[in-house]
């Protein structure tokens, strides 16, 4: 099973300011037929579901505010954001969905206001 | 617009199963594979499985093999995700939701509780 491990547990951030999230896989999620790195980012709000952020290891979803990229590849990967603002405050998830059937979640990091 | 509606909260007592659906709207519903995840209480996303509505093809967890069940009724765009022999560590919010590739929509989550 591919284990998902994300740093820090937790951050708090000035609003305007930037916002860094790790995420790495205990093996590689690049799949090499595609070139395709088989990661995804999720936010989630208490009482929410999670909200798809990044796909493809730095596809935005649409809709998604474009101070949030991700970037990375292989095993070590990033989620930013660039310029934090008040309703960024949730936990945030990485996932990889290469390894098939257990598309596991890293354990979340959670960002607040400083 | 695309919708995943569950069903409501679930009771059960320890040995016994749950059925939880999820009702597809928006779009077609055998065009996207269906994920279910599971949080319990101030946990992180667990996932458990995922099944492709179109030929009714799963992937479980090694966790849950055994005792979880998905299916669909393509007619009425609907998922099932059946767990069975429920023990006080299954309690949790069960959300089902749409795609592999970065699941896009989910619905709003059904909690079950195991109790006796």
């Known amino acids: 099973d591919i284990v998902m491990t994300q740093s820090p547990d937790s951050l708090a951030v000035s609003l305007g300011e930037r916002a860094t999230i790790n995420c790495k896989s205990s093996q590689s999620v690049l799949y090499s037929s595609n070139n395709k790195n088989y990661l995804a980012w999720y936010q989630q709000k208490p009482g929410q579901p999670p909200k798809l952020l990044i796909y493809w290891a730095s596809t935005r979803e649409s809709g998604v505010p474009d101070r949030f990229s991700g970037s990375g590849s292989g095993t070590d990967f990033t989620l930013t954001i660039s310029s934090l603002q008040a309703e960024d405050v949730a936990v945030y998830y990485c996932?990889?969905?290469?390894?098939?059937?257990?598309?596991?979640f890293g354990p979340g990091t959670k960002v607040d206001i400083k | 617009q695309v919708q995943l509606v569950q069903s409501g909260a679930e009771v059960k007592k320890p040995g016994a199963s749950v059925k939880v659906s999820c009702k597809a709207s928006g779009y077609t519903f055998t065009s996207y594979d269906i994920n279910w995840v599971r949080q319990a209480t101030g946990q992180g996303l667990e996932w458990m499985g995922w099944m492709n509505p179109n030929s009714g093809n799963t992937g479980y967890a090694q966790k849950f093999q055994g005792r979880v069940t998905m299916t669909r009724n393509t007619s009425i765009s609907t998922a099932y995700m059946e767990l069975s022999s429920l023990r006080s560590e299954d309690t949790a919010v069960y959300y089902c939701a749409r795609r592999v590739v970065g699941a896009d929509y989910w619905g709003q989550g059904t909690l079950v509780t195991v109790s006796s």
């Open positions: 996932q990889q969905y290469y390894s098939t059937p257990l598309f596991t």
